[in-house]
């Protein structure tokens, strides 16, 4: 097992390593100069070519491409990413640090929401396969996959804060309150995912060798749905899981703009229309880092939780 786990962790070193690369590469190509851009933010009212000469120079630009591409990656590996082009008081991990909280408490109420309802509704679809109720969530399905988020949002947001009058409709200055909403539009789209997930796999396991030998024994039906076909339906979801995580992070974009949300999302969004590409750039680094990380995760844990997966990646090392 310990072989397993050092062979994956070996694996995302270069993946990581990748990351960065793309990540400095693409910000910089932006076409406009930075020098500008830190002296327009600082409300410079003449910047003259001397003025945006030194700027250049201050913030290192002068230097060759790929001298600047490891002095940024030495940098982020100490977690300094440099300071906010638009607030230069604060440093870009000042801002992530902030933001990072209102998103991370977003992002675990909407996995969880996404948990508590779609385990219990894509087992009852399983088991009453085409009937009434597995026909009325496969038609939910639909129309929550077809429809986008922001949309969602707008018509909750529309219904039960202005019509209603029950939640607020924006911001995070009411508690538990402010994150009913975002949470629910959030995580619309992936219960609908893991709810066809669960079933299918559940489904497809039913017909196995293993489940008629369980009825032939005389084991109870609710035994041999929950602790056979379920568990095994499970093994298949990790992965799943691991990777909604981060794309509940780095999926909140839209969504807390729609609602004010001051997190990760609305951070970006306020630094792509300033073009404060310290920001932009170490944000997204943070979600492939996240993506990587999760997936590493819960790569292991599926091991873990499946051998065959564990003897055959040792095999291979």
């Not at 039906?221 to 990790?238: A, D, E, F, G, R």
């Not at 997936?295 to 564990?310: E, S, T, Y």
Request: charged content about 15%; glycine content about 6%.
């Amino acid at each position: 097992m310990n072989k397993y786990i050092l062979k994956r962790t070996i694996a995302i070193i270069p993946l990581l390593f990748a990351i960065s690369i793309f990540t400095f590469v693409f910000i910089n190509l932006i076409p406009v100069d930075p020098a500008e851009v830190v002296l327009r933010l600082w409300n410079i009212p003449v910047a003259s070519e001397e003025l945006i000469a030194q700027t250049r120079e201050d913030l290192g630009l002068n230097d060759p491409y790929v001298v600047r591409y490891f002095n940024w990656l030495a940098d982020a590996l100490r977690f300094d990413f440099g300071v906010s082009y638009a607030t230069p008081q604060l440093t870009v991990a000042q801002k992530l640090a902030a933001a990072f909280p209102n998103t991370l408490q977003l992002a675990s109420l909407s996995f969880v929401l996404v948990i508590v309802i779609s385990l219990p509704i894509g087992f009852l679809c399983a088991v009453y396969k085409d009937s009434w109720f597995d026909k009325l969530m496969r038609a939910f399905i639909f129309l929550t996959t077809a429809m986008p988020s922001y949309w969602i949002g707008l018509v909750l947001m529309w219904v039960i804060s202005v019509k209603l009058g029950w939640l607020p409709t924006s911001g995070n200055f009411n508690g538990f309150k402010s994150l009913i909403l975002p949470s629910i539009t959030v995580a619309s789209s992936y219960i609908s995912i893991f709810i066809r997930l669960i079933r299918n796999n559940m489904i497809e396991n039913m017909t196995q060798d293993y489940v008629h030998y369980a009825n032939v024994r005389g084991l109870k039906q609710m035994n041999i749905l929950v602790k056979h076909i379920l568990k095994n339906s499970l093994h298949t979801c990790v992965v799943a899981i691991g990777m909604s995580i981060p794309q509940l992070i780095s999926g909140t974009i839209v969504v807390e703009n729609v609602f004010a949300w001051p997190g990760l999302g609305t951070l970006c969004i306020s630094s792509v229309f300033a073009r404060d590409m310290p920001v932009i750039q170490a944000y997204v680094l943070l979600v492939g880092v996240l993506f990587v990380v999760f997936n590493l995760i819960f790569d292991i844990l599926q091991g873990v939780m499946d051998p065959k997966l564990r003897v055959g990646g040792e095999k291979n090392a």
